[in-house]
T-cell receptor, first 111, second 116 residues
Framework: SQQGEEDPQALSIQEGENATMNCSYK?????LQWYRQNSGRGLVHLIL?????REKHSGRLRVTLDTSKKSSSLLITASRAADTASYFC???????????FGQGTELSVKP | GAVVSQHPSWVICKSGTSVKIECRSL??????MFWYRQFPKQSLMLMAT?????????EQGVEKDKFLINHASLTLSTLTVTSAHPEDSSFYIC????????????FGPGTRLLVL
């Protein structure tokens, strides 16, 4: 069953603006990951945050994790048209195990 | 590094035929591979987890006789959709993890299946 819920389902912004996507989950996790999917393609791993971490950065990406609220957010700063894609959070319940994906947020960045 | 390929990228077949999809890790040994199914505008649904040399573990509701998974080597897993029907039409994506970095899954580009 799906564990994660994401909001918003769709987000449309102008180039240069920041985009924030949120993910909530239901059970205890080992880690939470964010992936990106361009239309009709496979997924690309963006960032992983472990359950004992609160924040992580990678380039223009910033991920936060609040295990008390069972939620995470992905912030993309200074967005570009090339950031247009679907973004999924996925929870890992244990090391090396399966991932449970959220419903995804469809991000559209207009030039 | 960590490239996963899938073949074919798309396939159209008649109802009742079987279709085999290959998933290969090109530059690493994949101890575990995962098979997902994705409907348009929806999330990925995990179908099964496949470990090299052992039987796949299927998720609840996934028919193992319908979706045959073989993981014969550390670089290849196959998914065979047997007696395909139109409702099996979907986007099938595989992923693989390496022994040295088990938490991260590397995804293939997906295979679009259309059953007529």
């Amino acid at each position: 069953s799906q564990q994660g819920e994401e909001d918003p389902q769709a987000l449309s912004i102008q180039e240069g603006e920041n985009a924030t996507m949120n993910c909530s989950y239901k059970t205890s996790i080992n880690n939470l990951q964010w992936y990106r999917q361009n239309s009709g393609r496979g997924l690309v791993h963006l960032i992983l945050i472990r359950s004992n971490e609160r924040e992580k950065h990678s380039g223009r990406l910033r991920v936060t994790l609040d295990t008390s609220k069972k939620s995470s957010s992905l912030l993309i700063t200074a967005s570009r048209a090339a950031d247009t894609a679907s973004y999924f959070c996925a929870t890992g319940l244990n090391q090396g195990g399966k991932l449970i994906f959220g419903q995804g947020t469809e991000l559209s960045v207009k030039p | 590094g960590a490239v996963v390929s899938q073949h074919p990228s798309w396939v159209i077949c008649k109802s009742g035929t079987s279709v085999k999809i290959e998933c290969r890790s090109l530059d690493f040994q994949a101890t575990t591979m995962f098979w997902y199914r994705q409907f348009p505008k929806q999330s990925l649904m995990l179908m099964a987890t496949s470990n090299e040399g052992s039987k796949a573990t299927y998720e609840q509701g996934v028919e193992k006789d319908k979706f045959l998974i073989n993981h014969a080597s550390l670089t290849l897993s196959t998914l065979t959709v047997t007696s395909a029907h139109p409702e099996d039409s979907s986007f099938y994506i595989c992923s693989a993890t390496a022994e040295s970095k088990k938490e991260t899954q590397y995804f293939g580009p997906g295979t679009r299946l259309l059953v007529l």
